[in-house]
């Protein structure tokens, strides 16, 4: 299980992006907001459990600012903002 | 046959999810110079997802690392290789040991797949370019880089490029000689519509496979230029055609309308007819989810707010 020790951020408010924070929290909290949540919010908000759950993580305060980013973006947006958060390492560390 | 290559930059979504419907023959998802370092880590991510994305598209994947000798080269393999890319396009390739060290890297992966290909950029590179194409059969082939390679020879790019024409020379017999394909250098004005035909064209002429670009606007031209003619096509049926019938009938001399056809022509129509035999890239069937709905919402609305 991986822990969220720090608030992290990841990708942008471009379009076809998103924009992740992540933040360390007592329980799991989810925040979206985003072009297409009418149609495709539990969508989005399935994929993000999802990843979440692959990377360990059960408790965390994350906010998407989705821009219409495909699921393989927004995947690897919070990835990467996990990463950035669990790990202690810097943004662009090498490993 | 690969005639285009597209340069992509890696962190870029907005690029990278439109790259398969650009007509390129394969996308070269850019780790390097197009990265900046604060944000390596997040390209990683986001190009294995992409070369995920791609492999329901007709085009090849490309991921150009960063170069050997820098902190991200081995975290670029081993976050990359898993998704299975094409190539591996290796920056900065200048000796045989880079390209062993290279897939020395890539086999820790377990990925016995993926080729490589070495991007060649300075004069040392130029000078071995045979070792290099030579090194493994896992070498795909050759890709002239000239921005790098002129600042290397102390020297500047010009629209002619009489500056590379050594070096162009070069690694075209190299990698033939290597048995390689061979990719030539981008042409780097994007408004210069002259500019890139006739750079293709000298390209074609020193006998590069293809073309190299950072613009989709020169995808067009490359292909065109890179394919051959519909006459170029029926000379070679034909040529093709009378040496089998000159070989059912016994005949050691084969004739094309009165004059003699000799094991080189044959050899470059057999290319021709082969160059054309490989798949070309066209737009793909995608199957309905979630994201091309997400693209359809977007271009019906842009279109209802273009009609308003």
Same mark, same amino acid.
């Given at each position: 299980m991986a822990k969220i020790v720090?608030?992290?951020?990841?990708?942008?408010?471009?379009?076809?992006?998103?924009?992740?924070?992540?933040?360390p929290?007592?329980?799991l909290?989810?925040?979206?907001?985003?072009?297409?949540?009418?149609?495709?919010?539990?969508?989005?908000?399935?994929?993000?459990?999802?990843?979440l759950n692959e990377s360990g993580i059960q408790s965390a305060?994350?906010?998407?600012?989705?821009?219409?980013?495909?699921?393989?973006?927004?995947?690897?947006?919070?990835?990467?903002?996990v990463?950035?958060a669990a790990e202690?390492?810097?943004?662009?560390?090498?490993? | 046959?690969?005639?285009?290559?597209?340069?992509?930059?890696?962190?870029?979504?907005?690029?990278?999810?439109?790259?398969?419907?650009?007509?390129?023959?394969?996308?070269?998802?850019?780790?390097?110079?197009?990265?900046?370092?604060?944000?390596?880590? =997040?390209?990683?991510?986001?190009?294995?997802?992409?070369?995920?994305?791609?492999?329901?598209?007709?085009?090849?994947?490309?991921?150009?690392?960063?170069?050997?000798?820098?902190?991200?080269?081995?975290?670029?393999?081993?976050?990359?290789?898993?998704?299975?890319?094409?190539?591996?396009?290796?920056?900065?390739?200048?000796? /045989?040991?880079?390209?062993?060290?290279?897939?020395?890297?890539?086999?820790?992966?377990?990925?016995?797949?993926?080729?490589?290909?070495?991007?060649?950029?300075?004069?040392?590179?130029?000078?071995?370019?045979?070792?290099?194409?030579?090194?493994?059969?896992?070498?795909?082939?050759?890709?002239?880089?000239?921005?790098?390679?002129?600042?290397?020879?102390?020297?500047?790019?010009?629209?002619?490029?009489?500056?590379?024409?050594?070096?162009?020379?070069?690694?075209?017999?190299?990698?033939?000689? =290597?048995?390689?394909?061979?990719?030539?250098?981008?042409?780097?004005?994007?408004?210069?519509?002259?500019?890139?035909?006739?750079?293709?064209?000298?390209?074609?002429?020193?006998?590069?496979?293809?073309?190299?670009?950072?613009?989709?606007?020169?995808?067009?031209?490359?292909?065109?230029?890179?394919?051959?003619?519909?006459?170029?096509? /029926?000379?070679?049926?034909?040529?093709? /055609?009378?040496?089998?019938?000159?070989?059912?009938?016994?005949?050691?001399?084969?004739?094309?309308?009165?004059?003699?056809?000799?094991?080189?022509?044959?050899?470059?129509?057999?290319?021709?007819?082969?160059?054309?035999?490989?798949?070309?890239?066209?737009?793909?069937?995608?199957?309905?989810?979630?994201?091309?709905?997400?693209?359809?919402?977007?271009?019906?609305?842009?279109?209802?707010?273009?009609?308003?």
């Open positions: 720090k608030r992290a951020t990841a990708g942008t408010m471009e379009s076809s992006d998103a924009f992740v924070q992540i933040a929290a007592d329980d909290e989810i925040e979206l907001h985003s072009v297409v949540e009418e149609q495709f919010g539990e969508d989005i908000r399935a994929l993000i459990r999802r990843v305060h994350l906010r998407v600012e989705d821009r219409g980013a495909l699921d393989c973006v927004l995947e690897a947006r919070i990835r990467t903002a990463s950035r202690g390492t810097k943004k662009g560390d090498a490993q | 046959m690969i005639r285009s290559l597209l340069f992509i930059p890696g962190n870029s979504p907005s690029l990278l999810v439109g790259g398969g419907f650009l007509g390129a023959d394969a996308l070269i998802l850019d780790l390097e110079d197009a990265v900046a370092p604060a944000e390596k880590d =997040a390209a990683r991510l986001l190009v294995q997802n992409a070369v995920r994305w791609f492999k329901r598209f007709p085009v090849r994947t490309i991921v150009r690392v960063n170069a050997l000798d820098t902190p991200y080269f081995r975290a670029d393999i081993q976050t990359v290789l898993p998704a299975e890319p094409d190539m591996i396009m290796l920056p900065k390739s200048g000796t /045989r040991s880079d390209i062993e060290q290279a897939l020395s890297v890539m086999s820790v992966t377990g990925n016995e797949k993926t080729a490589l290909f070495p991007l060649v950029e300075t004069a040392l590179g130029i000078e071995n370019a045979y070792s290099i194409a030579a090194s493994s059969p896992r070498v795909y082939g050759l890709l002239l880089g000239a921005e790098d390679l002129t600042r290397d020879l102390h020297t500047k790019r010009t629209g002619e490029g009489a500056e590379i024409a050594y070096a162009r020379g070069r690694i075209v017999c190299a990698a033939r000689a =290597a048995g390689k394909e061979v990719y030539d250098t981008p042409f780097t004005d994007v408004n210069d519509d002259a500019g890139i035909l006739a750079d293709t064209e000298t390209a074609k002429s020193f006998g590069f496979t293809g073309k190299a670009s950072i613009s989709p606007r020169h995808i067009d031209p490359i292909n065109r230029i890179f394919s051959p003619s519909p006459a170029e096509i /029926r000379e070679a049926q034909d040529i093709v /055609r009378a040496a089998k019938e000159a070989e059912k009938e016994g005949r050691g001399v084969i004739a094309l309308n009165g004059k003699m056809i000799d094991a080189p022509v044959l050899a470059r129509a057999e290319q021709v007819l082969a160059s054309i035999s490989a798949p070309t890239p066209v737009a793909a069937s995608i199957t309905t989810d979630k994201a091309d709905k997400k693209e359809n919402e977007e271009r019906s609305d842009k279109e209802v707010s273009d009609e308003r």
